[in-house]
């Protein structure tokens, strides 16, 4: 047993919501990243168990998606985008300014583990172009020097809960659309931010 | 030119608190649902979306009205709402998971009402954090106040809706391979026939998956009429739609209008115009459709005259291109994004999408071959053979064929650019 407790209730409920238990193998590896900041050969062992798949099931869904890591992932994951939207509005500029400032290539961790870097496909933030992701909250209308920027300040900061209206209005600049009211809820964590993993807080 | 708003109208008035369920059920929100099941019948509903002729706004354009009458009989029946918004350019269900969650959820309840469903997921793209979060919040305050769960609002109904989470996949925006994702596999599409949703859908169960937008537009439909809701737009593509108007652009967003404009009054009036230069080129429908040239802005934003143009309105995302634009590495961003999102099944994709990407690098960088463009041309013709719009599928599903668009856009209508980064012919002495 590797996952403590309260984690295996968690998980307990998660397959509870679903009809058939294998359904709930994707929330689980969310729920074993949010404990190591990666999919764990213990955590591989321990879904195994919860949903009744062996090991190699659990590896082969863990590896096919890009959000699920195989290496442990920094407190801070930045994602930078790549696409078309981005791709044409100069995304290259900030991809090179997040590399030169972390000394990262794409998909590498810090030795501090503290910054992750990769740069991604489509985030969803077309019209803010070009936009990033920190721990999957997003930032838009981007500059190369707003991005070390706020490379910098999470440097400094080391906030414990990202919050995307907070980044977008220290260092973003056209959005894809009005976010209308500021929102405190953010992530905790390089996992999604989502109440049922507990990588939700929201910042007072 | 004015946007009509049907969904996103008590967005734009409540901009302080539209996603809370007190601000939904202010403006009338729930309404409908409570009127469908105090009176209505499964039947008045199914006619009334027949009626309003709309097209599902994932990016197909299947009438939403035959897809729910396709629904095969069994006990255990499913909705699944695809969420999985990736394809680049769009970013409509973004505005609507994250601004107005419980028109999705009562758009949901009056959808299983007519199919008699007990069970429906929410099966949102897990980099939308905040958009989840959200729908998260709707959801259970909706089972708070009795709206879900059993006996929602006194009747006999019951309905549960899970959040799902996705994990980074654009292919799981592929109906079939949504379900298996959601089923804990991996995300590879399935074979049709036989593994059609409506009849061998999630657990191999009969399964309705509908778009974000889709149903979002089901209570407006419902607490107006199916009538009134075609009334709106042009035939064939009926109601309003957003769009996500992105690249090079004064005001980029989404747009609720009616379908049947001119891109080039979309552009000039809400987007107010592009950046004090001509356009180029332009993505009519998301990163799978081929592109139009700047002297084809008049063609008329429905899915009928863009399919006539040899390209589609797909998921509704407009990407402008001025003529600056180096077009070949927007081609290579575009088939990039197709190489890493194949799921590896077909050989066709897996190998074909990344050689496209290789190729267009090594042009890009200056090292390219005078061979490569036929080179270019031949890989693509082994995907979709004999390069046609709608593309010939040699593949489970149409991600491969999709890259071939943008190079096939490049090749026809801006070989020069290619050209011109090819080596000269080498004369030897």
């Not at chain 2, 082994?382 to 489970?396: A, C, D, E, R, V």
Request: aromatic residues 8%; hydrophobic residues 35%; charged residues 25%.
């Amino acid at each position: 047993m590797s996952w403590e407790t309260e984690r295996l209730e968690k998980a307990k409920q998660i397959i509870e919501m679903y009809p058939q238990k294998r359904s709930a193998l994707g929330p689980l590896l969310y729920l074993a990243q949010d404990k190591d900041g990666y999919i764990s050969n213990e955590s591989i062992v321990e879904i195994s168990d919860l949903v009744g798949i062996t090991e190699v099931q659990v590896q082969s869904v863990a590896s096919f998606y890009s959000m699920y890591k195989q290496e442990p992932t920094g407190k801070y994951l930045l994602s930078v985008c790549k696409s078309i939207s981005c791709e044409i509005s100069n995304s290259s500029e900030v991809i090179n300014s997040v590399k030169n400032f972390t000394g990262l290539s794409s998909n590498e961790t810090d030795n501090e583990n503290f910054f992750t870097y990769e740069s991604v496909e489509c985030i969803g933030a077309c019209g803010g172009a070009p936009a990033i992701q920190v721990n999957y909250e997003t930032v838009e209308g981007l500059t190369p020097e707003k991005a070390i920027d706020l490379c910098k300040w999470l440097k400094e900061e080391k906030p414990e809960i990202v919050v995307a209206d907070e980044l977008q209005d220290k260092f973003g600049g056209v959005k894809s659309f009005d976010w209308a009211i500021a929102d405190n809820n953010g992530t905790t964590s390089p996992v999604p931010g989502f109440q049922t993993y507990d990588t939700t807080k929201e910042k007072k | 030119m004015k946007e009509t708003l049907l969904l996103t109208k008590h967005m734009r008035e409540n901009p302080e608190d539209s996603h809370s369920l007190k601000s939904y059920e202010k403006n009338g929100g729930y309404k409908s649902v409570k009127k469908v099941l105090k009176s209505g019948t499964p039947e008045d509903v199914l006619q009334e979306i027949k009626d309003s002729n709309i097209r599902g706004r994932g990016g197909a354009g299947f009438p939403t009205g035959v897809k729910w009458g396709f629904l095969a009989e069994d006990e255990e029946r499913y909705l699944v709402i695809n969420g999985d918004e990736s394809e680049p350019g769009t970013f409509k269900d973004r505005i609507l998971l994250e601004r107005d969650p419980h028109q999705l959820i009562e758009g949901m309840i009056i959808t299983c009402f007519a199919a008699n469903i007990s069970k429906a997921f929410i099966y949102i793209r897990g980099e939308y954090a905040k958009p989840a979060r959200r729908v998260q919040s709707a959801v259970e305050q909706a089972y708070e106040k009795g709206y879900l769960g059993e006996n929602i609002f006194g009747s006999s109904m019951n309905l549960d809706i899970v959040v799902h989470l996705g994990a980074g996949a654009y292919i799981c925006g592929e109906e079939t391979a949504l379900l298996n994702s959601l089923e804990g596999r991996r995300g590879e599409p399935r074979l049709k026939p036989p593994f059609f949703p409506a009849v061998k859908g999630l657990y191999n169960k009969p399964t309705l998956v509908n778009n974000v937008e889709t149903i979002s537009s089901v209570p407006w439909i419902m607490s107006n009429s199916g009538k009134d809701y075609s009334s709106l737009g042009v035939e064939g593509s009926t109601g309003t739609r957003i769009f996500s108007l992105s690249g090079h652009i004064n005001n980029p967003g989404n747009y609720e209008i009616e379908m049947g404009s001119s891109f080039g009054e979309f552009v000039d009036t809400l987007g107010k115009g592009v950046k004090n230069k001509a356009i180029k080129a332009y993505i009519p429908g998301g990163a799978s459709a081929p592109w139009l040239r700047g002297d084809q802005l008049d063609v008329k934003m429905t899915i009928d005259d863009v399919a006539n143009e040899g390209s589609m309105l797909g998921s509704g995302a407009v990407v402008m291109m001025d003529e600056d634009t180096n077009l070949v590495l927007a081609a290579k961003s575009l088939v990039s994004f197709f190489a890493h999102e194949s799921c590896g099944q077909c050989t066709p994709c897996r190998e074909g999408t990344t050689w496209l990407e290789n190729i267009l690098e090594r042009i890009a960088s200056g090292r390219g071959r005078m061979s490569d463009i036929d080179l270019l041309l031949d890989v693509c013709d082994n995907i979709s053979p004999g390069l046609t719009w709608p593309p010939k599928m040699t593949t489970i599903c149409p991600l491969g064929p999709s890259a071939t668009a943008s190079i096939v856009s490049l090749m026809k209508d801006f070989r020069s650019e290619v050209e011109i980064l090819l080596p000269k012919k080498v004369v030897i002495s």
